[in-house]
């Protein structure tokens, strides 16, 4: 089996796994809890909170547990959106964030609040002149992701928090979920104030994830019912969860450098090859990108049709971010990039790596991708 739709999911460490299992054996009681039961397992989470705060430069009472990227999206947003509703109901965001992102400021236009959503350009990035002009009186919040899901390419999230430092009232928040562990973003000295990470594109498992919230930075809880979380998230934490992801937080950073530059040498492979193919489009920027994704247009296929033949090939990439991939309609973060009469819009396909990729996956891939691309263009052809 060849897996390359990691940015989808990855798949546990075993060390990861084990801690899980053996939190869940040792560490039951509930946190809240006055006996030695509870008490154990608050320290098991208290030690959790600190490894995650140390990873980040941060205080462990600014990370709260979620269950993974979405959660820790519409807790930032909507959170912000409810706390400073007051000070002004403007949002700015990018055309090619995460549903989780794009669906929580379209639902938030149905209850008063406008949004602007910056465009890119043909290499997915957003601009800082596009910001300074969306910017009004009324904007409390600017929520860009670091990395893009689909192409890999590093948003100007540097340069934004520099020039958003000098507005008071705005908060800014990024979606780190595709960037942690695998491309350096220090949320201090970015002026970062909220920061959505999710454990199982790192190794960590499902339903495992953080929000960094920046001291003195104030959010409306999504759910209501006990203090947990610094009044964030009421619920009894799912202890062992939380244990694993720390411990695939750090492991995802101490293999940062050496997984890195495996991956960038396997990606420069890739983007030579891919540029050598006949009617292929490289959508991903060559500089300005994240190690582990590659995105590609292939003229006259459908990516799903590419999907299934590779599959059958035990060989597994995707197109679109995955909670989309099931339905029929073009990637959005390619139509924002190249708009709706462009091919590449709709034959753009994702790979994603990870530290268990091997040169004989990619030259395997590229093998299958030689085979199949003529075939499926022969069987356009003949059916148009
Ligand atoms: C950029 C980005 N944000 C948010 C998410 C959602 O994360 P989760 O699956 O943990 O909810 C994803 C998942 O694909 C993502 O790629």
Same mark, same amino acid.
């Given at each position: 089996?060849?897996?390359?739709?990691?940015?989808?999911?990855?798949?546990?460490?075993?060390?990861?796994?084990?801690?899980?299992?053996?939190?869940?054996?040792?560490?039951?009681?509930?946190?809240?809890?006055?006996?030695?039961?509870?008490?154990?397992?608050?320290?098991?989470?208290?030690?959790?909170?600190?490894?995650?705060?140390?990873?980040?430069?941060?205080?462990?009472?600014?990370?709260?547990?979620?269950?993974?990227?979405?959660?820790?999206?519409?807790?930032?947003?909507?959170?912000?959106?409810?706390?400073?509703?007051?000070?002004?109901?403007?949002?700015?965001?990018?055309?090619?964030?995460?549903?989780?992102?794009?669906?929580?400021?379209?639902?938030?236009?149905?209850?008063?609040?406008?949004?602007?959503?910056?465009?890119?350009?043909?290499?997915?990035?957003?601009?800082?002149?596009?910001?300074?002009?969306?910017?009004?009186?009324?904007?409390?919040?600017?929520?860009?992701?670091?990395?893009?899901?689909?192409?890999?390419?590093?948003?100007?999230?540097?340069?934004? +928090?520099?020039? /958003?430092?000098?507005?008071?009232?705005?908060? *800014? #928040?990024?979606?780190?979920?595709? =960037? @942690?562990?695998? %491309?350096?973003?220090?949320?201090?000295?970015? +002026?970062?104030? /909220?920061?959505?990470?999710?454990?199982?594109? *790192? #190794?960590?498992?499902?339903?495992? =994830? @953080?929000?960094? %919230?920046?001291?003195?930075?104030?959010?409306?809880?999504?759910?209501?019912?006990?203090?947990?979380?610094?009044?964030?998230?009421?619920?009894?934490?799912?202890?062992?969860?939380?244990?694993?992801?720390?411990?695939?937080?750090?492991?995802?950073?101490?293999?940062?450098?050496?997984?890195?530059?495996?991956?960038?040498?396997?990606?420069?492979?890739?983007?030579?090859?891919?540029?050598?193919?006949?009617?292929?489009?490289?959508?991903?920027?060559?500089?300005?990108?994240?190690?582990?994704?590659?995105?590609?247009?292939?003229?006259?296929?459908?990516?799903?049709?590419?999907?299934?033949?590779?599959?059958?090939?035990?060989?597994?990439?995707?197109?679109?971010?995955?909670?989309?991939?099931?339905?029929?309609?073009?990637?959005?973060?390619?139509?924002?990039?190249?708009?709706?009469?462009?091919?590449?819009?709709?034959?753009?396909?994702?790979?994603?790596?990870?530290?268990?990729?091997?040169?004989?996956?990619?030259?395997?891939?590229?093998?299958?991708?030689?085979?199949?691309?003529?075939?499926?263009?022969?069987?356009?052809?003949?059916?148009?």
């Amino acid at each position: 089996m060849i897996y390359l739709d990691n940015s989808a999911t990855t798949e546990p460490y075993p060390e990861v796994i084990h801690t899980f299992v053996t939190a869940n054996e040792r560490y039951f009681g509930n946190p809240s809890s006055l006996h030695q039961k509870g008490s154990e397992a608050e320290n098991l989470l208290r030690e959790a909170r600190r490894t995650i705060a140390r990873l980040l430069n941060a205080q462990p009472s600014e990370v709260v547990f979620t269950s993974g990227g979405s959660e820790s999206n519409n807790l930032a947003i909507q959170g912000i959106a409810r706390a400073r509703e007051k000070r002004g109901r403007h949002l700015i965001t990018t055309a090619v964030e995460h549903p989780s992102v794009l669906e929580t400021c379209e639902y938030l236009e149905t209850v008063g609040f406008s949004v602007t959503y910056l465009p890119v350009n043909e290499e997915g990035v957003v601009s800082l002149t596009d910001l300074k002009q969306a910017i009004t009186e009324e904007t409390i919040l600017v929520s860009v992701m670091h990395v893009n899901h689909e192409t890999g390419a590093i948003q100007p999230v540097l340069e934004f +928090g520099e020039y /958003l430092k000098k507005f008071e009232k705005i908060r *800014f #928040h990024v979606d780190n979920v595709q =960037g @942690f562990g695998k %491309v350096n973003l220090d949320i201090q000295s970015v +002026g970062i104030d /909220l920061c959505s990470v999710s454990g199982h594109k *790192f #190794h960590g498992l499902k339903g495992t =994830g @953080f929000l960094y %919230v920046r001291s003195g930075v104030n959010i409306q809880p999504l759910v209501f019912g006990g203090g947990q979380e610094f009044q964030l998230r009421a619920g009894t934490e799912n202890v062992p969860a939380i244990a694993s992801l720390a411990k695939a937080a750090r492991m995802a950073m101490e293999k940062k450098e050496i997984q890195n530059s495996k991956l960038a040498r396997m990606k420069q492979e890739l983007f030579e090859w891919f540029d050598a193919q006949e009617g292929v489009h490289v959508n991903t920027p060559r500089e300005t990108s994240a190690p582990h994704i590659m995105n590609v247009s292939i003229e006259r296929t459908m990516p799903e049709v590419l999907i299934q033949a590779l599959s059958n090939k035990d060989i597994h990439v995707s197109s679109k971010s995955a909670c989309a991939s099931k339905q029929p309609s073009k990637s959005a973060v390619l139509l924002a990039q190249f708009g709706e009469e462009d091919e590449r819009a709709a034959t753009g396909l994702r790979v994603s790596m990870s530290w268990q990729t091997s040169q004989a996956d990619l030259e395997a891939l590229k093998a299958a991708l030689s085979q199949i691309v003529p075939q499926v263009r022969e069987m356009k052809e003949v059916k148009s």
